[in-house]
């Protein structure tokens, strides 16, 4: 089932196009990867996608909620806090899952949320299918790595059992090893049914995703050559 849908999406302000005609879908269970050089537009279309962001031109269609993981800027952790005080408040802003809700939701999502009071930590991080991750639950959140911000923001943001996550530059800081474990985790949120999205400037090799880039300069239409001016008349003094 297609979670996100866009035709023909841009945002153009006074200074010009943000981003345009984009036509993206991402399905539940599905890993889309948006990349494009710097200034692209890439982290205003992923905070558009999860309703944090406006558009003014073409079609955005969202089933169920969104959440956000890292965004530089917008979403990051709190300095102040350890990682599991982050992932325990999380779980008490959250509460239980409505009764109502837990057929929709992950049920990874519910037994974390279910389990916060025994082990928040290890249940959240399990939930997310993360066991493997980079990541101290006494480390706090200004002194985590870029990687380890990522990690973390992706275990909070599937705690609210969301349709769609977002995440953005999970590229960034990043060497080789440490973006191919990133991507194999993506992966793993993806397989537990939500559609991801997440932005980065290139994919690594191999990476079962799909891919949607955006902007790239489009080519100049050639010159055409400028006609010449008609002949006129030479003008007859009166």
Known sequence: MNIVETRG????????WVYRDVDLTAASGELVAVTGPPGSGRTSLLLTLAGRFP????????????????????HEPDPT???????????LLLGPVPRRRRRLVPVA?????????????????????????PLDPDRYG?????????????VLASLGGPSLIVADDVD????????????????RLADQGYAVVASAR???????????????PAVPAPALPAEPAPDRPAEVPA
């Open 9 to 16: 999406l841009g945002l153009r302000t006074r200074r010009g």
């Open 55 to 74: 558009h003014s031109h073409g079609e955005l269609r969202r089933r169920g909620p969104a959440a956000l993981g890292q965004v530089a800027g917008v």
């Open 81 to 91: 806090l350890t990682v599991a005080e982050h992932i325990t408040e999380r779980l």
């Open 109 to 133: 999502a519910v037994r974390a949320r279910r389990a916060y009071r025994r082990d928040a930590y290890a249940a959240a991080v399990a939930g997310a299918g993360l066991t493997d991750a």
């Open 142 to 154: 200004r002194d985590l790595t870029p990687v380890e911000r990522q990690v973390l923001g992706l």
């Open 172 to 187: 960034a800081g990043a060497d080789r090893p440490e973006r191919e474990w990133m991507w194999g985790a993506l992966k």
């Open 202 to 216: 290139a994919v690594e090799p191999g990476v079962a995703a799909t891919v949607h880039r955006i902007g790239d």
